[in-house]
């Protein structure tokens, strides 16, 4: 890690406490941050860490804020709401977690950083583009001048988040704050981000205060750490001397959930598994409008997955990896049956047919989605949204064995246990999920899918949306299940480490092609192409840099 170019600290917090009425959710919380810098502050879910980011620039609405925050000599919590908005953004700025959510759909790129831009330094219209474009240039965006005209939805993940960057670069503030910056991204995508904050502290002196629970993108980047459990502050200090020996128990549970590899706890494959899911030369095609003004009379065709072949076998589980855009997904919704695909494509030896023929096919194969709080309905309740798939497939089922049913399937992933008390169970069941944690609400998303009995799960980035510890919980739910139940899993992720604790099998794609596929420790331990190493390495923690065949595994 580079050393810090500044000691001076530039940013001072004493004593933070933050209030949600009665309720204290951050309490006495104090760091420095200098110029050059970069602050990691890490924490589970729900440590209070986002919270305490945004108290600094007063940005939570109807809460009481106590404490001291001193930015370059000056206490923000007590200057005037004008002088704020002023601070706000030329001081310090601001990248939030989800790009897509962060930027204005209806605005391009360059429109919303030439807004601030004239709102803040009244430049003129030409200005104010022209400095658009040069910040978009200086994140490392491509044709600038063309990324500017695009909006959100035409710029892949990686490129909205340097979007995100540039927004909050473009006054050039002293102060960034970047609130989980990289959890959507994959692996060498989110290396890539934080190479280009580590770039962009060295070029202009930046001072980065990095809010993740990304430990190994801490180990990197981050100069110092502190980490928060509960609204307080449980241990700080320069991040090697952290990372190798932490105090706090906190922090020892924390740097011990990553997932590893335990054979004791992968389901041993045997030779007389039969196959569950078969896939030959399996095609995904899209039409594409060709450019120019051929495009309006002739269309062209994007091929997203290109003759991939596989077999998934009971028990077992066969993970797809790959960046953003391999084609992973694309293939699991053909394995899904949602798209249309040339090849042969088989559930225990049946074709999709595309018609009413299907949903007696589809209760053997179901799917957990990435993201559990978007793939649940908010208006339903949890009895409701683990009930309906035998609504579906058993309709001769009445209220009273649906409802034990759903019971079973919860206590089956571990949101209640056998000894609780039936009016508790009967209370769970009411519940809705904004009211369930993040790992809570994975646990209803597999009690979904496992309450029709399947051979098959669709695990698409089952994990990537949870911190550390949840994802740890998780991981070890999806290997009991898998043991006791012998489910199969086609696992989508780019994810090395839950390959490493889940596979059996892998299948390396990139641009709709299959580079790589083979047994998981030999792939992981020893892989052939060259994509497959940078993969792997993109993955790894510094400390583990180095000859992938000794780190991954």
Do not use: C
């Not at 091929?303 to 960046?323: P, Q």
């Not at 089956?412 to 609400?441: C, I, K, M, N």
């Not at 980035?461 to 998780?474: F, G, I, K, Y």
């Not at 794609?509 to 299959?514: I, K």
């Amino acid at each position: 890690m580079a050393p810090v170019t500044n000691p001076t600290p530039l940013l001072q917090v004493r004593d933070l406490s933050v209030a949600f009425g009665d309720r204290v959710v951050v309490r006495d919380v104090s760091f420095e941050l200098a110029s050059g810098e970069t602050l990691a502050l890490v924490g589970e879910s729900g440590s209070g860490k986002t919270v305490t980011a945004l108290a600094l620039m007063r940005l939570l609405p109807e809460v009481r804020v106590q404490g001291q925050v001193w930015l370059q000599g000056e206490q923000v919590l007590a200057v005037p709401e004008r002088r704020l908005r002023a601070l706000r953004g030329e001081a310090v700025a601001y990248v939030f977690q989800e790009p897509m959510t962060a930027l204005n759909p209806l605005y391009t790129v360059g429109e919303q950083i030439a807004e601030a831009l004239r709102a803040k330094r009244g430049l003129d219209a030409r200005s104010a583009w022209a400095r658009a474009e040069q910040v978009l240039a200086e994140v490392g965006l491509d044709d600038p001048a063309r990324r500017a005209r695009q909006y959100p939805h035409q710029l892949s993940g990686g490129q909205r988040q340097r979007a995100l960057i540039a927004q909050a670069l473009a006054l050039q503030p002293r102060v960034l704050v970047a609130d989980e910056p990289t959890t959507a991204l994959d692996a060498s995508l989110r290396v890539q981000m934080l190479q280009l904050l580590h770039e962009l502290r060295r070029r202009h002196g930046l001072a980065v205060l990095l809010i993740t629970h990304d430990l190994h993108l801490v180990r990197r980047f981050a100069d110092r750490v502190v980490v928060m459990q509960q609204g307080q502050v449980v241990e700080s200090g320069p991040t090697g001397q952290l990372m190798t020996a932490p105090a706090h128990p906190y922090t020892q549970r924390l740097l011990a959930s990553r997932p590893r590899r335990d054979p004791a706890r992968l389901r041993p494959a045997a030779d007389d598994d039969a196959p569950v899911l078969t896939l030959h030369d399996v095609r995904v095609r899209y039409p594409v409008s060709k450019p120019g003004w051929r495009g309006w009379w002739q269309r062209g065709w994007f091929e997203a997955v290109r003759g991939v072949s596989a077999t998934l076998r009971g028990g077992r589980t066969l993970a797809v990896l790959g960046e953003s855009g391999s084609g992973k997904s694309t293939l699991a919704l053909a394995a899904l049956g949602l798209l249309p695909a040339e090849g042969d494509i088989r559930v225990l030896g049946q074709r999709w047919q595309g018609d009413a023929a299907d949903r007696a096919l589809r209760r053997h194969i179901q799917v957990v989605f990435q993201d559990p709080f978007s793939s649940l309905s908010p208006r339903l309740t949890l009895q409701q949204i683990v009930e309906e798939g035998l609504r579906v497939h058993e309709p001769q089922l009445d209220a009273g064995q649906r409802q034990r049913r759903v019971v079973q399937a919860l206590r089956e992933v571990g949101l209640f246990d056998a000894d609780t008390p039936p009016h508790e169970a009967a209370a769970w069941l009411q519940r809705y999920p904004h009211a369930l944690s993040g790992g809570q609400r994975q646990r209803i998303a597999l009690a979904r899918a496992l309450v029709v009995r399947p051979r098959v799960l669709v695990l698409d980035e089952p994990t990537s949306a949870l911190d550390v510890t949840v994802q740890q919980q998780v991981l070890q739910l999806l290997l009991r299940l898998q043991r006791e139940q012998g489910l199969a899993y086609l696992l989508i992720t780019h994810d090395v480490e839950v390959v490493q604790a889940l596979a059996h099998e892998v299948l390396v794609m990139r641009a709709g092609q299959v580079l790589e596929a083979g047994d998981a420790e030999q792939v992981l331990r020893a892989p052939r192409d060259p994509y497959t190493r940078t993969l792997l390495a993109s993955a790894l923690a510094p400390e583990q840099d180095g000859e992938v065949t000794t780190a991954v595994l």
